[in-house]
């Protein structure tokens, strides 16, 4: 059974500093792995997918299969990150979620 | 890309009635699924929803109770039945446009069951 989970309920940084969401899986294919976000106020969406390793709004992720983890990164979080981020897993497009990290950027 | 309108927004409905919510998708898509939310909880998924075939239910969830219609490529409906507290959640329903996967979700009904 595939489970997807986020270790950390609430993330409180300053603006500046770095940020870390960690997220780690168990899958017992190849996984295809994603962060959504949902701002306050607005529906959830994409932030990013792994098999892109692309970077959005200074956010990466890397896939890491020996540790099985996901974790999200931003060198420096701005207030407009503040938000709740999402880890998932996709099976067949049939998404497993994480519990989810609520990420307050204070000034 | 995807815009999606869910109907209703949130509602507050007696125990024991039924709650029907619209999906409407502005592109025609294959997959659409269903997921609820509980208070303080993560999404999890319903059933998943292709046109031309009954809906496909995750562990847990029954068609009895979760009734889904997909009439066709834009279009689909969650129904609620016989409401309890326990049944007090966002619903939200997603649409996947296939390559590259990507979800795209509606922006929820908040059901309040009293």
């Known amino acids: 059974a595939q489970r997807v989970t986020q270790p950390e309920k609430l993330l409180s940084v300053f603006k500046g500093a770095p940020v870390e969401l960690k997220c780690n899986y168990s899958y017992s294919g190849s996984p295809e792995l994603f962060w959504y976000v949902q701002y306050s106020r607005q529906r959830l969406q994409l932030l990013l997918r792994?098999?892109s390793r692309e970077s959005i709004k200074g956010f990466t992720a890397d896939l890491n299969k020996g540790e099985t983890s996901f974790h999200l990164k931003k060198p420096f979080a701005q207030e407009e990150d503040s938000a709740m981020y999402y880890c998932a897993l996709s099976n067949d497009y049939k998404l497993s979620f994480g519990a989810g990290t609520t990420v307050t950027v204070r000034a | 890309s995807a815009v999606i309108s869910q109907k209703p927004s949130r509602d507050i409905c007696q125990r024991g009635t039924s709650l029907t919510i619209q999906c409407q998708v502005d592109?025609?898509?294959?997959?659409m699924f269903w997921y609820r939310q509980q208070p303080g909880q993560s999404l999890t998924l319903i059933a998943t929803a292709n046109q031309g075939s009954e809906a496909t239910y995750e562990s847990g969830f029954v068609i009895d109770k979760f009734p889904i219609s997909r009439p066709n490529l834009t279009f689909s409906t969650l129904t609620v039945s016989n409401m309890s507290p326990e049944d007090s959640s966002i619903y939200l329903c997603?649409?996947?446009?296939?390559?590259?996967?990507?979800?795209?979700f509606g922006q929820g009904t908040r059901l309040t069951v009293v």
């Open positions: 592109s025609q898509v294959t997959m």
């Open positions: 997603s649409v996947d446009t296939g390559t590259p996967i990507e979800a795209f």
């Open positions: 792994h098999i």
